[in-house]
């Protein structure tokens, strides 16, 4: 099937998709500031450039978007239904590129929660926050914030 839409018109929407200071991102962000958690943004010195660092606690913080990092199970990851090719190549290289990060940072020592947009989605900012902080004063090391449920070791461990 074919775009529905000029080559142009389809560059600039694109364009126009923010890869950093979006809005699930900036909500975890005022969760951790609320909570007086220090962080630094972006660090492009570790793999993967995490959205959240705290170096202080070994720690990273990734906010996924369901849809480019195609979160299993989640109602908000369709596969577009022009250009399917690119679009399923496109999204497994970022899957792919997800998994290659996260084995180097828990090979260089690093804790990774990796808080997925359809948990923002559903509101209730003080249960992310809650959840957030209890993983950051806990001894798990890597888990998931799927739907502001308990964690989800993404180590299947």
Not at 13 to 41: H, N, W
Not at 77 to 102: G, M, Q
């Amino acid at each position: 099937m074919a775009d529905v839409v000029s080559k142009e018109i389809r560059s600039r929407m694109m364009a126009s998709i923010r890869g950093k200071d979006t809005k699930p991102e900036m909500l975890v962000r005022q969760a951790l500031t609320t909570a007086g958690v220090r962080y630094r943004l972006h660090r492009k010195d570790l793999p993967g450039a995490p959205d959240l660092v705290m170096a202080s606690r070994r720690a990273v913080i990734f906010v996924h978007g369901c849809f480019w990092h195609r979160h299993k199970g989640c109602r908000y990851v369709k596969l577009p239904s022009s250009n399917v090719d690119f679009w399923r190549a496109k999204l497994d290289r970022n899957v792919e590129r997800d998994r290659k990060v996260v084995d180097e940072l828990i090979a260089a020592g690093w804790r990774i929660l990796i808080v997925w947009e359809c948990a923002i989605r559903r509101g209730a900012n003080s249960d992310l926050q809650r959840l957030i902080m209890s993983w950051l004063e806990s001894s798990e090391r890597n888990a998931e914030i799927p739907a502001l449920i308990e964690f989800v070791d993404i180590n299947g461990q």
